[in-house]
Each structure stands twice: as C-alpha cells, then as structure tokens.
C-alpha cells in the first residue's frame, strides 16, 4: 500500500528549480489522484496565501543565453558594416543580370499565381535592354502577342484600311503562329465579324503568303477534329471561316466543294445544316467559278430533300437555301463592297486539299529562343519598308531628296492644273442631292452622306445643299431638320458650319421667293429649337427700319412663330433673357435709340410676340422725357416780328432740343426740314399741338389754326419759330378746288406720296404739299404774321 499524498494548499505549485523539491516526502516523489469521469468543476484560482515566492528562487532569464545572444549579434552587425564599406558600385553586367534574376523570378512566381504589379515589371522590363538575351526575347514576344491580339479585336468595317498596316507593322513573320491563333478565336467568338476577319486575312496573305497557308491548314485540321467528334459548333465557325476565304479566294473553291460532299454523303441533321450553312456563304462565289460543281451540290440537296430521312426543320432550311439561290443570293453575297479590298492581280489562291497531309506548326504558338535575332528584326523591317512603301535606307533618301527637291517641285507647278469650270464642285453637288433624294429616313441619309468623301476646302457646301433641298420642297419636311440636327451634334466642324450657313442665308434671304424663305426659315427654327446650332448667331440680326428688308423680316417672322411651336411662348422667352445670350438678342431687341425701340415692339406685337418686349416697354417707359424751350409770347407790333426775325439765327443750333415725335415728322435730308413719307394729316396736326402749346397740361391750337371743317381741305403754310429757328408746319382752310389736283383728301388715314418730298430747295405755293424749305431766301418770303 502506497502513502497517502498530502494537499498542502489548492494554488498551483510552480516548478522548483533544480537541486530543490516542494513533496513532503524525502523520495521527492509527487503522485497524482486518479482521473474523474466526471467534468471538473469551473473553479477560480485563489489568492496568495501568506507565504510570498522570492524573485530569487525562480530566474526568469538565463544570463549565459543571453550574452551569447549579444554576442552573435554584434558579430552580424560588424559583419553587415564590413560590407557595406567594401561595396562597389554595380557594373552594367551586374545590374543587367540582376534584373534578369529578378524578372525570370516573378515569371516564375506568376504561374503560381502571385500577383505582380504593373509598374513594377514594367521596370525590370526596361532595365533589360540587352537583346540577344532570352529575357529581353521573351518581353518582346509577350508584346507581340498583346498587340497582335489587340489589333485584332478592334478591327471592323471602317476602319480596317487603318488598322491592316498597324499589323504589318508587327513582325507577322516570327508571330504568323500567333496571328492564326488569335483570328480563329476571334472569329469563333463572333461570327457575324467572319467577312472582315476573312479581308483581313486576305490583305495579309498579298504580302505573306506563308501567313494565309498557316491559317488554312489549322482551319482545314480544325474542322477534320471537330467532324470526327461531332462538334457542331467547331464545324461551323471552321465551315464559315473557310467559305468567306473562299469567297475572297485565298483557297480554291475545290476545298469548299469537298466539304459539301462529305458533309452531304451520308447527311444527318446536323451534317445537312451545316453543310446549307456552308452553301448560303459560298454559293454564288461556286456558281461564278465553277457551275457544274454547284449544281452537283444541289442535286444531292434535292435529293435529300425527297429521299432521306430527316427532321422538318432541315427541309425548311434546304427550301429556304433553294429560294436563295433563286433570288441569286442577294442577302448573302460573297464579297461586301466596303470589304472588297484586294485586286484581282495581287490575289494569291492556295490549293491545299481536304485530305492532304498538313503540318500545323503548333510550334510558332509558343515562344522560342533566338539567336539571330537581330538580324531576322532587320529582314522584317526591309520587309515592312518594302509592304508600307516606305524607304528603306533613311539617308539614302534625305540624299535624294535633297538633290530632286528642286525638280519635283518645278513638276509639281507644271502639273498643278486648276479646274476653272467647278466640274468636281458640280459632281460633289450632285451627289450630295442625289444621295439625300434617294434616302428613305433621314438616319439612312446621314450614313451615306458621312461616307462621301469631301476634298478639303469644300466641307460648307454640304450644309449648303443641305438647306438647298430644303427650300425646294412644295412645303417644309422635317427630314432635312433631322439631318441638319444629327450633323451638327455628330461633331463641332458641321455646327460651325451651319452657323455660318445661318449668316449667309440671312443676307441673302431677299434673293428667295417666299416658299423657299419659309421652308429655310423652319429649318432653321428646328435647329435652333433643339440647340443645334448655337443661339449667338442671332447676333447677326438688326432689327430695325434701315437695316431690314421686307424678306428679312418675313424670315425673322416664320422663325420666331416655328421656334414659339416647338418650345412655347414661357420656354422661349426664359431663352431670350438668358442672361449669356442676351448680348447676342441687343440686335433683336435695340434699346440703344428710342426709334429703333418702338420700331422692335411694334414688330414683335404685330406677330403675336409683344410678351418678348416687355424689358423694351419698360426701357422705353423709364428713358427721361426731353425738354421743350417754351415759346415767347408774341406782340403784333413790326418790332417784336423784327425781333424774332433777327433771333431766328441765333437759335438755329437748338433744333436737338426738339421731342423725338418732332424729330421724326421733322427729319432734315440735305438742308430739307420736311414731314415724314409715312405722315399723316393727324401727325401733322399733333406736331402743331406740340410746338404751339403754351402749357404742357392742356396743349392748344393757335388762333389761326381752329378746328378743320368737314368739307374743308387742308393747306400747308410755314410759321416762323423764333425760339428755335426752324419753320413750322400750321394748317389752314381753303375752299374746295375741284380743279386743282394736288389738293389732299381730307381721309385721316391718307398717306402723303412719297413724290411730293422730291421737290428742290425751297417752299412750294401749291396747296397739298408738306416739303418745307429751310434756305434763308425761304424765310425771307414769309409775312409778319407768319404765313405765305
């Protein structure tokens, strides 16, 4: 039987350190109690009983440890200053096999998936410069395949002419592999693009022809793998691809005819489908080259059709192919104009079989070190200079250059021949008319008229034509505003363009008849609606009675009644206060002479716009009223006539101070006061009341002048104003003259003729007249009362 063990105390004993041992027991052996099966309970540790542990008794540092950990590292340190005092700087070499140790690392790490930032390898990239190395090989043909791939993949219609010699200008010879690779996944990608893809093809095998056989071995291998494994969708884009090279006959159409037959020789529903695919691309391309192989192709389609075995849906295709091929394939031709970009001597056809034996050069996919590869970049670049028409030695051609610089230019003023009769404006003409008469919308009509290539200098007269058809129609069409519109929001150069239009038209708009006025005054009232064109044109415009003609001010009608019924009376006039713009409406809305004010607000009120000249109203209304000398009271003695007489001179400089009513019924032309061409009798009468009146509360007529008769006709006399030294107009009665013609008509509204202002200097005695002579020998005639 074993001692029972004692427990001293529930804390935990720490462990004793060596030579030394907490057990009561003299054997030093410490034994435990057997395990429970039960959980322990959550017990806390209790507090320090009396007894407190030594620091002494229990170190917690090994001092020996610890010095020799001083030591070591003072060693490393002395180490680490030892070399940083021998080092050098690094040469060349050294930093260039530095940074290819560096980049064939994070090559490596790459495929693991470490992630390496841009400008980082972009750095060690450029610190690799020597190129016979494999690393600097391996940037260039990662570059390569980046702007192969990327050159591809933004090639379309437009602008495929500019994006062929951006590849020509990569080395296509070391990267053919990489080519094929990436326009085959491309075109597998999206087949709608295989026609472009197949010009593209057809371009690059003119000038590399081993580029376009690659790229056919691989389709014609591709589509044998997918044919035996049934892969349907490899068939068809290998199918297309190879049918639209035919169609640019970069294969032999004897590829395409053995395709069809091994499609059609034992015919499933998929075969069939694939191989009517085919037909519809290639068709009229077989038929054109080789009839007879198309019509054996038919006939084993006919026979299919009445014969074999399959499903509804492939008999609707093969009829659907038979209506095709009966409509001479007018939805799929073989050849786009826009895409039929090789002439027919530069074209290189291949014929490689469907059973040939065929060498793929996977290979050329992946990169491969060089150890010419200086000299290969210069074959290429001889190549390209040769392919781009550009010169291969750069100082042999300054030389040339420098000596035929003299004799090409002589050759060139020699043959600079100008067209003096406009025969290539009269066709660009044309065919901007003819082009916008046949076009059913206007967004049909602005696709073709941006293809028309303009020669320099001649841009505005599209615009021109534009606005000329316009005015030719019966009535205004919005077509022409749309185009318009679409044009100038396509780009700035047309809105400058229409602007200048606008300027143009608006000076000559009285060489138009009132249709095609109305029809270019919509057209322009479209454009502006909808801020095509910019409203600080306007500024061109003066609305006033001497710079405005009847046709100007038709034109400015139409377009502010077209521009009120697209963007509303509010709308419009928010757009006329626009406090930018306003500096370019002063011509429209003058507030800087009173005449040329109201002349404005009648304009606009009399076409159903007075809410547009409200500022002008309240301009006109807030101007300070002019000052009118009062009249001295005059004696019927001959002294006080002498007197005012002698006046008269002195006086003649006050005529500025006379109303602006007086100033228009009273207009000097060429030493003539005479009334106004538009004066009327009532005019006149109220020219009376306004220099006669002796307050200007209550304005009288002069006791000579009383109240006109019904049947009295009316008489122009002059009076003598001594205050302001001009003549004044008075009118009195004078029995009716049957036989005197130039007696007016008493009618309110009768105008005076214009003729009657024509008359020379001086006062004529004729009843009726209203021109008034201001010569000294004039003022002579008058009597001491002031009249004739």
Known sequence: MTDPVVL?????????????SYSPNASGSRKRSPPSRSPSPNRRRSPPGDSVREDGDAPRIDPERAIERERQLAERVRQHEKQEAARKPMTEEEKQASAKAEYE????????????????????????????????????????????????????????KHIVPELFGENLVRGRGLFCRSIMKAQAASLPFTPIYAAMAAIVNTKLPQVG??????????????????????CISSTTFIAHLCNQQVVHEM??????????????????EIAVGLTREVGQHLEEMSGPIALAVFDQFRNILHEADIDKRVQYMIEVLFQVRKDRYKDNPAIKDELDLVEEEDQITHRVGLDDEIETQDTLNIFKYDPQWEEHEEAYKKLKAEILGEGSDDEEDEDETDESSDEEAEEERQMDIKDQSNTDLVNLRRTIYLTIMSSIDFEECCHKLMKISLPPGLEPELPSMIIECCSQERTYSKFYGLIGERFSKINRLWCDLFEAAFAKYYDTIHRFETNKLRNIARFFGHMFSTDAIGWHVMSVI????????????????????????????????????????????????????????????????????????????????????????????????????AESVSSRSSCSTCTAQLDVHCLDLLHPRNGVTAVGTEATPGQCRDLLLHLGARDEAGATLPSRCPPLAPNAHRRVHLARLPRLGVPVITLCHVPRAPHDRDVIKEDAGTRIPDHRLAL?????????????????????????????
């Open 8 to 20: 001293q105390s529930a804390v935990r004993v720490p462990t004793p350190p060596p030579g030394t």
């Open 105 to 160: 690392k994070l090559l490596n790490m790459r495929s693991g998936g470490t992630y390496i930032p841009p400008a980082r390898l972009r750095a060690l990239q450029a610190q690799i410069t020597d190129k016979t190395s494999k690393e600097y090989q391996r940037m260039a043909w990662e570059a390569l395949k980046k702007s192969i791939n990327g050159l591809i993949n933004k090639v379309n219609v437009s602008n495929i």
């Open 213 to 234: 056989e690659l790229l056919l071995n691989r389709l014609i291998v591709q589509f044998r793998k997918a044919f035996k494994r049934n892969d349907k969708a490899v």
């Open 255 to 272: 590829l395409a005819a053995q395709i069809l037959l091994l499609l059609l020789h034992k015919p499933t529903d998929d075969s069939v």
């Open 542 to 641: 003066h609305l006033n009675e001497e710079e405005t003609t009847s046709s100007s001010r038709i034109f400015i009608k139409i377009l502010f009644q077209d521009l009120g019924e697209h963007l509303g009376l509010q709308k419009l006039q928010e757009r006329m206060r626009d406090e930018i713009l306003r500096p370019s409406f002063e011509g429209l809305f003058p507030t800087d002479n009173p005449r040329n004010t109201r002349f404005s607000i009648n304009y606009f009120t009399s076409i159903g716009f007075g809410i547009l000249t409200e500022d002008m109203r309240e301009h006109l209304k807030n101007l300070p009223k002019p000052t009118v000398p009062a009249l001295p009271a005059r004696d019927a003695t001959p002294e006080s006539d």
């Open 760 to 788: 020379p200097l001086g006062v004529d005695r004729r009843p009726g007249l209203l021109l008034v002579g201001a010569a000294p020998r004039t003022i002579s005639n008058l009597n001491g009362d002031g009249l004739l």
